[in-house]
């Protein structure tokens, strides 16, 4: 599935040839992550190599994470792939600005209802510690 109501333009430059993408995340068809979005954060320890670490996600943990600014604060992208055609690479994670969400979209409607005083729920805790991120609320 395809979350349109986000929607980031991405221009890859490949053997001098430029083409842009109109880029959405995107559910994973895998068994345990069926139906979910993958979130994805580069971590640095010092003394260790860099990695980049990922997580899944459901529809309403994404709205979550949004509203509670958490996608920003630890630097939070999110896989995509374009509406149309083939993108010729590993598809990229790219970060969620407030302008690539369609205002009034049931996406945009689900961060507004978010109670951003209610502490986030444990699954979503859970997955987060998969990518070295502890959240409280």
Do not use: W
Not at 12 to 39: A, C, M, W, Y
Not at 59 to 81: D, N, P, W
């Amino acid at each position: 599935m395809l979350l349109t109501d986000i929607a980031v333009e991405h221009t890859l430059s490949k053997n001098g040839v430029r083409q842009t993408f109109l880029l959405h995340p995107f559910t994973d068809t895998q068994r345990d992550s069926l139906g979910k979005f993958e979130i994805v954060r580069d971590v640095s320890r010092p003394g260790f190599k860099d990695v980049k670490r990922s997580t899944f996600v459901t529809f309403q943990q994404l709205a979550q994470l949004y509203a509670k600014g958490a996608l920003e604060e630890f630097g939070f992208s999110v896989r995509m792939c374009p509406g149309q055609g083939t993108y010729p690479a590993k598809n990229p994670a790219k970060k969620i600005l407030p302008t690539s969400i369609k205002p009034g979209s049931p996406f945009d409607l689900a961060v507004q209802k978010v109670d951003v005083s209610k502490p986030a729920s444990r699954e979503l805790r859970t997955a987060l510690l998969r990518t070295d991120v502890q959240i409280q609320g």
